[in-house]
Antibody
Framework: EVQLVESGGGLVKPGGSLRLSCAAS????????MNWVRQAPGKGLEWVAS????????NYADSLKGRLTISRDNAQNSLYLQMNSLRVDDTAVYYC?????????????WGQGTMVTVSS | EIVLTQSPGTLSLSPGERATLSCRVS???????LAWYRQKPGQAPRLLIY???SRAAGIPDRFSGSGSGTDFTLTISRLEPEDFAVYFC?????????FGPGTKVDIK
């Protein structure tokens, strides 16, 4: 079964850093654009960042630019999200999501999510 | 900045009834860029519809999508117990994705 498994979430103090990972299995990871999406407790979905299949093209949500870095290692079938200067309102479940082949422009596979809590 | 508005916020229906959910986009967009997701409590979202009207793999035919320009609709012909959940529309524009705020379908 095609699968994405996130890890790296946890409790961090405001101003701290965290690196999230997403391990992909049973599909050709290097052939797909990948994304991070977050969901604050009881709230809706917010797209965070995307990275192209080869890692060349990267985009971030305007509100998060400068504090986040998305990256990938195709040899390790892994996606990453480095988060710095974390704020209380970054508290959310962070999902990694595979982007379906163009022109679909939709997320066809999601991980189960990893919880990030920013609190003093 | 493209804004998605979903209505109603909450839809109270009974199993077997028809559900009609709306997603309005602040400016005209390509139908190819509009998708719908269902999210059950405690679970990740699941893709239902892409390209405004194409069902994703494994999605039953009680789900259908339609619309163009700024107005899009997700229809569930007969609600099953697992369909009582939150539904999000999503749009891709420029180089970013935007989600709507969601419509909750609950049991009447």
């Amino acid at each position: 079964e095609v699968q994405l498994v996130e890890s790296g979430g946890g409790l961090v103090k405001p101003g701290g850093s965290l690196r999230l990972s997403c391990a992909a299995s049973r599909f050709i990871f290097s052939g797909y654009n990948m994304n991070w999406v977050r969901q604050a407790p009881g709230k809706g979905l917010e797209w965070v960042a995307s990275i192209s299949s080869g890692g060349t093209y990267i985009n971030y949500a305007d509100s998060l630019k400068g504090r986040l870095t998305i990256s990938r290692d195709n040899a390790q079938n892994s996606l990453y999200l480095q988060m710095n200067s974390l704020r209380v309102d970054d508290t959310a479940v962070y999902y990694c999501a595979r982007e379906a082949p163009q022109p679909r422009r939709a997320f066809d596979i999601w991980g189960q999510g990893t919880m990030v809590t920013v609190s003093s | 900045e493209i804004v998605l508005t979903q209505s109603p916020g909450t839809l109270s229906l009974s199993p077997g009834e028809r559900a009609t959910l709306s997603c309005r986009v602040s400016q005209s967009v390509s139908s190819r860029s509009l998708a719908w997701y269902r999210q059950k409590p405690g679970q990740a979202p699941r893709l239902l519809i892409y390209g405004a009207s194409s069902r994703a793999a494994g999605i039953p035919d009680r789900f259908s999508g339609s619309g163009s320009g700024t107005d899009f609709t997700l229809t569930i012909s007969r609600l099953e117990p697992e369909d009582f959940a939150v539904y999000f529309c999503q749009q891709f524009g420029g180089s970013s994705f935007t989600f709507g705020p969601g419509t909750k379908v609950d049991i009447k």
